[in-house]
């Protein structure tokens, strides 16, 4: 492949103009992708986002040019964890930044390794060399809003022709370009994330817990009640201890009929607490689904769900109708959902008409767990 020994102006500018009309994570293959490859003569090239979390460092939302999905997929699920690019990025990414000295960080693989000993590893030999892939230039854009986040744009050669200096240069010279546009996707993907945590939020009473995950079972927003069903722990803002394993095993065991069934939700009880999962796709960015937990611990509060499937009721009237059986009055109520008892008094004669009851009382005789009764 051809490819330029100096990068001249005009073509610098041709590619900045590319890279700042991304405005969307589907848009990086065609718009940084592509140009960045063929500017520095690379056969295949990827991007990923590095995460930082307990079990170390993992990448994700893999975007690919000129990769084979199959390979895509092996190397997520058998060899990331053994390759040196990704710790390297993360950390050289995170200090460089750190220390006001760059918006990014280039390097080749040849520089981080010592080849003859690489060379006789499984991640070469099983991966690697299989795939042709003899030279790796990466560089590492960090978060300007997450420190447990950096992004990678990894380069391909499939030849012996190594990535030199110019090579690793022409790649910096778009690092403040790379570092705006992806830290701006990224306050766009929190933006949806937080429309959808308000959308749902005003959903729920304030015993409903409320948790959301990306599609890696990362949390996204765990709201109090969540957190204390789920014993999670608030480490920041935004950043929460994982899920334990024997849920994930359960979402794992699901979460395939989401998929094909994407408005199905699943109801399971873990631990005592009754959880509802189901999965949407946001419409604003590509960072794949979002997995909706909604958690309540079981008591008298708590309504049939096999009986209220019956009457078609709202949510705004399940909600209501929650509180009626936890003996809440039409003043209680509109203050917890903050609407006014007027609307609290219409929504109930609604109610009532739906489940042929005539009272509250009725109601909550009605409604109420098949145990309390």
Same mark, same amino acid.
């Given at each position: ?6 990068? =001249? #102006? ?6 900045? =103009?590319?890279?700042? /009309? ?42 690919? *040019?000129?990769? =084979? ?15 040196? #690019? ?45 795939? +042709? ?37 022409? +790649? ?27 959308? *749902? ?5 304030? /015993? ?5 995950? /990306?599609?890696?079972?990362?949390? #996204?927003?765990?709201? @109090?009640?969540?957190?204390? @069903? ?8 935004? +950043? ?29 009880? @873990? ?75 219409? *929504? ?8 042929? #009851? ?16």
């Amino acid at each position: 492949m051809q490819h330029s020994s100096s990068l =001249d #102006v005009s073509e610098y500018y041709k590619i900045n =103009d590319k890279i700042a /009309d991304t405005s969307r994570f589907k848009d990086i293959n065609s718009n940084i992708l592509a140009p960045l490859s063929r500017l520095i003569g690379a056969e295949s090239s990827l991007f990923a986002i590095l995460k930082k979390h307990d079990r170390g460092i993992s990448a994700q939302n893999f975007i690919c *040019h000129n990769i =084979d999905q199959k390979i895509n997929s092996k190397y997520e699920k058998q060899f990331q964890a053994n390759d040196p #690019v990704l710790p390297h990025a993360f950390n050289a990414a995170k200090s460089n930044h750190n220390l006001g000295i760059s918006k990014s960080f280039t390097f080749a693989l040849d520089n981080i390794i010592d080849f003859q000993k690489f060379s006789s590893g499984q991640y070469y030999n099983e991966f690697l060399r299989p795939n +042709s892939i003899r030279q790796i230039l990466a560089t590492g854009i960090p978060s300007n809003t997450d420190n447990s986040l950096v992004y990678i744009l990894g380069f391909h050669r499939y030849c012996n022709n190594s990535f030199k200096e110019k090579d690793a240069q022409i +790649s910096s010279c778009f690092g403040p370009a790379l570092y705006n546009i992806l830290n701006n996707l990224e306050l766009k993907t929190q933006m949806d994330d937080h429309n959808i945590i308000v959308s *749902h939020l005003k959903q729920q009473i304030s /015993d409903t817990g409320l948790v959301i995950l /990306d599609n890696n079972y990362q949390i #996204v927003f765990a709201n @109090h009640a969540g957190q204390s @069903h789920l014993t999670l722990a608030q480490n920041g803002a935004n +950043s929460y201890s994982d899920l334990d394993n024997d849920l994930m095993t359960v979402l794992n065991a699901y979460i395939s009929h989401m998929n094909l069934s994407p408005a199905k939700k699943v109801e399971f009880d @873990h631990r005592g607490i009754k959880i509802v999962a189901r999965m949407i796709t946001p419409e604003i960015q590509n960072q794949g689904k979002r997995i909706i937990l909604n958690t309540q611990r079981p008591t008298h509060a708590n309504i049939n769900s096999l009986e209220i499937e019956k009457y078609n009721l709202t949510q705004r009237e399940v909600d209501i109708t929650s509180l009626i059986v936890m003996g809440m009055t039409s003043p209680q109520i509109s203050s917890k959902l903050c609407i006014s008892i007027r609307t609290v008094e219409n *929504h109930l004669r609604s109610i009532y008409a739906k489940t042929d #009851v005539k009272n509250r009382t009725s109601l909550a005789y009605k409604l109420a767990p098949t145990q309390y009764q």
